[in-house]
């Protein structure tokens, strides 16, 4: 095994665990709920505005959408289209993952504005628990990564060599993700969210987690299977080589059978 696939082993089995910790240990079991409130949080001075009795005021439904459609975005979009990555063989497999991935940040975008317009209307961003400013780094730390996805492409299309640009594209991507999928759980905390709702986004998050963990994981023994035995024509294995978006489908079953 090289130092790349050890590296990738550790590294892969540490966000793992982050990812366990993150998402049960975040619910602190306050008694909001998901339903029609009649009191507005009091773990966030987020969104402090009042909640009318009669309903969800409109606070409240924002937040509900900014929470929904992050929670879509990280639980499955982004950790769906980094597996992309993993489980596709097909050439021109990385304008799927580029595409997929760019839609995912614009959900996660809209999110972000409408989390803004809430917390700009009624409240501040310090909370008690972090929520809103580890949501900040993290959409502010994704932004860059269609660049340098692209750019690792573009001298991978050349080079056929894996790149610095690769290797941070595909760690900063799995960690920042990962980061976001756990705010999540800071976010239903802060909210005070139903137990259900927790259990929902810890099964939803944790079946699509375990789904990309599991393809990096094979794709590191397709890497050194491939590896002994391409090792006389100096094949990189599939995990160090980056994008696998080049290889025709001639090739396809020689390299990663
Ligand atoms: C990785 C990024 C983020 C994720 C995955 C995320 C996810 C969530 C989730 C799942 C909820 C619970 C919604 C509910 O149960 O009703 C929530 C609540 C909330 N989020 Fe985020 N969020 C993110 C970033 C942000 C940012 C950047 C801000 C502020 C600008 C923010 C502000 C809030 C506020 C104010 C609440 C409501 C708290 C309350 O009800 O007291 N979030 N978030
Ligand atoms: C916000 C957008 C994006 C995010 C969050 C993202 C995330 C990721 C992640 C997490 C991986 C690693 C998959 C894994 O092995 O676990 C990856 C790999 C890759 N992505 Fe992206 N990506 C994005 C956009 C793009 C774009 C626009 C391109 C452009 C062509 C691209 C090209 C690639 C390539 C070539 C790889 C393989 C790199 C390697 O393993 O060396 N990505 N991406």
Wanted: with cysteine; aromatic share 12%.
């Amino acid at each position: 095994m090289t130092i790349v696939h050890k590296l990738d082993l550790v590294l892969s089995a540490g966000l793992l665990l982050a990812l366990a910790q993150g998402i049960h240990g975040h619910n602190d079991g306050s008694p909001r709920g998901g339903g029609n409130s009649t009191e507005s949080s009091s773990s966030s001075s987020a969104a402090a505005a009042p909640v009318q009795t009669s309903g969800p005021s409109l606070t409240q439904q924002l937040i509900w959408a900014h929470g929904l459609m992050m929670g879509i975005a990280f639980t499955i979009l982004f950790p769906f289209g980094a597996t992309i990555m993993k489980i596709f063989r097909f050439r021109g497999v990385v304008w799927f993952h580029a595409g997929w991935q760019v839609l995912s940040y614009v959900v996660a975008l809209a999110a972000f504005g409408i989390a803004f317009y809430v917390v700009g209307t009624f409240g501040s961003l310090v909370t008690s628990n972090g929520h809103p400013i580890i949501g900040i780094i993290v959409i502010g730390a994704l932004f860059l990564q269609p660049l340098v996805g692209f750019t690792h492409h573009l001298i991978w299309t050349k080079r056929q060599q894996p790149t610095p640009f690769g290797i941070g594209h595909r760690w900063w991507g799995r960690t920042f993700i990962i980061l976001g999928v756990i705010n999540g759980g800071l976010g239903l905390q802060l909210a005070g969210s139903d137990k259900t709702w927790v259990i929902v986004y810890s099964v939803v998050a944790g079946c699509f987690y375990l789904f990309w963990f599991a393809a990096i994981a094979l794709s590191i023994f397709r890497g050194r299977k491939t590896q002994q035995v391409e090792q006389s024509e100096g094949a990189q294995p599939e995990e160090g080589k980056g994008a696998h978006e080049n290889i025709s489908a001639r090739e396809l079953p020689n390299r990663y059978g």
